[in-house]
DNA sequence: GCGACAG
DNA sequence: ATCTTGTCGC
C-alpha cells in the first residue's frame, strides 16, 4: 500500500498510517486532568452527567472487554481482557501497574482507577465493540461511576456490574438464574439487581453508556459463565490482576 | 447526629 | 480492595 511521492520515493497515505498507529495503541479522548480535589470531582462527575447516551447499542457485536483493578498496597493494577463475544475466546490482556495517586472514596472511584485503566488501555491492538467494568454505571449519588465516566474518555459504549450494593432501593429478585428487579433512587430507575445464578447472591447491573438497560442485563446473562456469578469477561480480568502479581513476585 | 458507603 | 483461620461441601 505504497505510492510514489512527487520526490520520486515512496510513503504511506495518511488514511494508512492512521491505521497502521491504531493499531499500535489505542487511543483516547483526555477529557479532564486526574489533579483534583474531591470537591472539583464531583463537579466534574455532575457536569458530565448531562452527556451521558440514552440510547441503545445498534451495532454487531463481536468484541468486547472486561476490565479490573487490583492492589498491593498503595500499588495498582490495571487489567483489560478482551473476548470474542460470539465464541468466547479471549484475544488479548494487556495490564498496567503504577502507584496509585488517591485514596478509594466512595463515589469516587473513577478517579483513582481510571489513570491505570488509561495507560491499559493504551496498549491494546485490538477495538472493543463493547467495555465492562468491575463497579457502577449510571447507580451512582450523581449517575457517574466508573463505567459510564470511563465511556467518555475511551469513546465505546460500556456497562457497570457491581457485587456489593451501593445505592438505591430494590426488592430482591427472584431465586431463579436470570430473575432480576429494578434498582430505583430518586424516583428513577438507574439499574437492576441481577441474579446471574439460581440461589446465588446476585450482581448489581447498570448502564455505563450507550446501552440501554435491557441490553446491560442481556449481555451480562450471555457472558456468564458457570464458574461465578460475575461474567466471564470481569471473571478472566480479575484472575490475571492477581496473576500479575505472582508473576511479579 | 447516626448509619451507609462500588473497589 | 486487602487482611485473614477455620470450616462446610462438591
Redesign the pocket.
Known amino acids: 500500500m505504497l505510492e510514489a511521492s512527487s520526490h520520486g520515493i515512496y510513503t504511506t497515505p495518511m488514511f494508512m498510517m492512521v491505521h497502521l498507529l491504531s493499531a499500535i495503541s489505542m487511543n483516547y479522548n483526555q477529557i479532564h486532568d486526574f489533579h483534583l480535589t474531591p470537591l472539583q470531582m464531583k463537579e466534574i462527575q455532575s457536569t458530565l452527567k448531562r452527556k451521558i447516551t440514552l440510547r441503545p447499542y445498534q451495532g454487531n457485536l463481536q468484541v468486547v472487554a472486561g476490565v ?5 498496597g498503595t500499588q495498582g493494577v490495571a487489567v483489560i481482557v478482551v473476548m470474542d463475544y460470539p465464541s468466547k475466546e479471549i484475544l488479548e490482556t494487556v495490564c498496567y501497574e503504577e502507584k496509585v495517586a488517591t485514596d ?1 472514596i ?5 478517579f483513582r482507577e481510571l489513570p491505570l485503566i488509561l495507560k491499559a488501555w493504551e496498549q491494546l491492538t485490538i477495538s472493543p465493540d463493547l467495555v465492562f467494568f ?3 454505571g449510571i447507580l ?1 449519588p450523581r449517575q457517574m ?3 459510564t465516566h470511563a465511556s467518555f474518555f475511551i469513546d465505546r459504549p460500556t456497562i ?1 456490574v ?5 445505592i438505591g432501593s430494590y426488592d430482591s429478585p427472584a431465586q431463579r438464574q436470570g430473575s432480576y428487579s429494578p434498582i430505583i433512587d430518586q424516583g428513577e430507575t438507574i439499574g437492576a439487581v441481577l441474579r446471574t445464578q439460581t440461589a446465588v447472591k446476585p450482581v448489581y447491573v447498570s448502564i455505563g453508556n450507550r446501552v440501554t438497560l435491557q441490553q446491560a442485563i442481556d449481555f451480562t446473562m450471555q457472558l456468564v459463565g458457570t464458574e461465578s456469578r460475575v461474567p466471564e469477561i470481569i471473571r478472566q480480568a480479575d484472575i490475571r ?2 496473576q500479575f502479581w505472582r508473576e511479579k513476585g
Do not use: C, E, M
Open positions: 479490573d483493578v487490583a492492589y498491593q478509594y466512595p463515589g469516587l472511584l473513577a468491575d463497579g457502577n451512582h461511576g466508573i463505567a457497570g457491581a457485587k456489593s450494593h451501593f490482576t492477581r
